[in-house]
């Protein structure tokens, strides 16, 4: 059974910082693409960073490149986002998940299988 579980989310100013955690069991973590995503009330879920297997390859929506760093602990099974700069519009629910595949990436949805229950971030102006 994999399981995915976020934490680290909560309330802070804008310009302020948050590290979300998302802490992993039931598969090889070391051998599969973990990204983050987000979901603000009444929109969709949206995409936001993913990295490698290995750690050593990263991408980033437009919205957050800049501000955001994902990076892995494969030793703890681990994947984080640290959000720098927050703003009022980084508000949402956030999620975690692990590709579909083993040693694939992907931006999109559809390239994810397990998901976490998800953590809230809310950014106050």
């Known amino acids: 059974q994999v399981q995915l579980v976020e934490s680290g989310g909560g309330l802070v100013q804008a310009g302020g910082s948050l590290r979300l955690s998302c802490a992993t069991s039931g598969r090889t973590f070391s051998s599969y693409a973990m990204g983050w995503f987000r979901q603000a009330p009444g929109k969709e879920r949206e995409f936001v960073a993913t990295?490698?297997?290995?750690?050593?390859?990263?991408y980033y929506a437009d919205s957050v490149k800049g501000r955001f760093i994902i990076s892995r602990d494969n030793a703890k099974n681990t994947v984080y986002l640290q959000m720098n700069s927050l703003k009022p519009e980084d508000t949402a629910v956030y999620y975690c998940?692990?590709?579909?595949?083993?040693?694939?990436?992907?931006?999109?949805?559809?390239?994810?299988?397990?998901w976490g229950q998800g953590t809230q971030v809310t950014v106050s102006s």
């Open positions: 990295i490698t297997w290995s750690g050593g390859v990263t």
């Open positions: 998940a692990t590709a579909r595949a083993p040693f694939t990436i992907a931006t999109t949805i559809v390239g994810y299988d397990y």
